[in-house]
Structures are given as C-alpha cells and as structure tokens.
C-alpha cells in the first residue's frame, strides 16, 4: 500500500493489517501529538479509524436534519426506507415517553409491541403532515402515536389507569427502600416506611398490595417472610387490578386529609367550601343561599384556602397531587392581601 506524501514521494507500508501508530511512526518521528495518539490509541487500524471519522461525520450530520426536512423527503419519495429509519432514530425517545404518558400499567404485554405500534403511527403522521398547518411535526405527531397505541391496546390487552398520585407514592416508595437499604443494609420497617411517606398504616397496606399484584411472578412467593401469606392469598380474592388502583381507600384518606384541613377553618367558611366543592354549587347561589354577596363568598372562601395553604395540611394534601405538581404562581397573587383583610376584620365580608 503506498500513502502519499507532501512532497510527492511514495510512503510503501507492507500489507495486511496496517495500524495507524505504524504509519505516525513513519510521517512524525519524535512528535508530542505522534507520542499522545500512540498511547492512546495502539492498536487502531487505518480503515477503523477512516471508519469512525465517517461515521461520526455521517451521525453528525443526520442530527442536523429537522424532522420537518425528514419528512418532506418521505412524501416526496427520496430515500423512503432511510428517511424513515432515520426519523425514528431521532424521535424514538419521543414515542416512548408517549406510550408511558398514555398506556398505564399493561398485563401480560411487551413494552417492544407498544414500540412497534408507535413506529406505525410515527410514520402515519409522517405522510399525512403539513407543513403549512404552522405546527411542529412531533406535536401533529403525538396524536397519531397514542391512536395507534390506544388501538393495539383495546384489541389485544388490557390496560388499567393508575392514578398520578398513586405512580408517585410507588417511585417514593421504591426510592425510599432502596436508599434505606444501602445506608441500613436491610429492609425498612412498615413503621419508618409511614413515616417517610406520610401515609397511614392501611393505606400503606393498600399500597404494598396493589405493587405486588403488578409485579407478581410466583403464586407461591411470600409476601414478607417465610411463613407468611403467599400471593396465592391475594390473587385469590375477588379484587382486580382495575379496584386496587382506582380504590376508594384513597379517595377516603383523600377526604380524612381534607376534614383535618378543613378544620382549622371557622364553620361559616366551612359551610361555603363545602357548599361550593362537594355539592358543586355556583358562588351566586352560594352567595344567596348565604345572604350575601358573591363577592364576600369568594373573598371568603380565598382566605380560607390561603389559611390551609399556609398550614402543616399542605405538605399532606400535596402528595394526592399529580407527579410534577407546583403551585401557580399567578394564582397565588390573588392571596397576597389576605393578611390585610385579616386586619381589617372579616365581619365585613357578610
């Protein structure tokens, strides 16, 4: 093999398998770089390292494509089969958070069949998309991905829908034990899991109960130590997957949480709340139920909600909330004068 010079002169290499630090030995004798590259990298061949220069020029550029330009070409016919292996490369992280967003928990079903079905529905909205809609193509996209999956979904599985709160208890759940394990070397107590989590003793039974019904793998596994009740005792029970997740013994913690907060409240405003919340009244009918204005209902009912807001019940209250809850801060503005009505009296308001 000859590799030419600058000056025109022929470098001959012997044949076969030709490494690159051979080649720097020849051309930069004594060179720092030449010295780098050699302890570097001591074994990689010519064509290797032609190989990864091309590939990361040829990955460099496909990620410079948007997937607007990706699919034009796909409607316009050029390189369908690459263009479309190309854009589910890009957006494949984007199908997946889909499917994880709009599935829940699946029985009895592949992640990868879920895959396979948002490709479907990926390439879908590839040809059916418009550019002069003035949207971006995974937004148009995101529809066609969950029709696919809700599709695939209803005729060959099931899906149970667990609640937000619910999905953030398990990860707290699953977190805390095994930080507790790496520290403790052993498993948490049911005494120190409540008190982490902040949650009763049954709900925490409930909890532990409807993890282990989706994760079951053995009717004979003990539930805690030998000895103990099998999964087999669970499972035996006339509860499904669709009544431990969406149970009402959430909805009643839920509401015992509510009762405490609402009683830091005097009972007029109490009356309104649950006037308004529980027995989904309008503020004017509230407010002529009452006798008085709507406004003073309102008023009323803010300075309520910034009384609990402010109080030990909303760190509680907050873990029925959604993953990724915060508070608005646009609508916190509504309670910033509320220490001033305080000072003002609140007989003013009825």
Known sequence: MEIWLYGG????VPKGRIYIS????????????????????????????FGLLQRYLSGKGAAAVSNEEIVKQIQQGIDVSGNQERLWEKNKGFVVQCIKKHVGHCEEQDFNDFLQEGFIGLIEAAYSFKSQQGVKFLTYAEYSVRKCVYRYNGLNTSMVRI????????????????????????EPKAEEIRKALHISHRSLCHLEKTILKMTTKSLDEYILDKGGDCLIDILSTDESMEQLAGSSEYQRELHEELEEALSILDSKTVCMIRFV????????????????????????IKKGFYKILHSGHREKLEGFMWEGYHVDSKRLCDYVDMDKVDRMGSGWLL
């Open 22 to 49: 051979r080649v720097l030995r020849l051309l930069f004798p004594g060179n720092i770089v030449t010295t780098l590259l050699l302890s570097c990298y001591p074994h990689v061949t010519i064509d290797g390292w």
């Open 163 to 186: 609640p937000e709160y619910l999905k953030t208890r398990m990860r707290k759940l699953a977190v805390f034990k095994r930080d507790y394990r790496a520290l403790h070397n052993r």
């Open 9 to 12: 002169k022929p470098l001959t």
């Open 277 to 300: 919340y529980y027995q989904r009244n309008s503020y004017a009918r509230t407010a002529e139920v009452f006798g008085c204005s709507r406004q003073a209902v309102e008023e009323r």
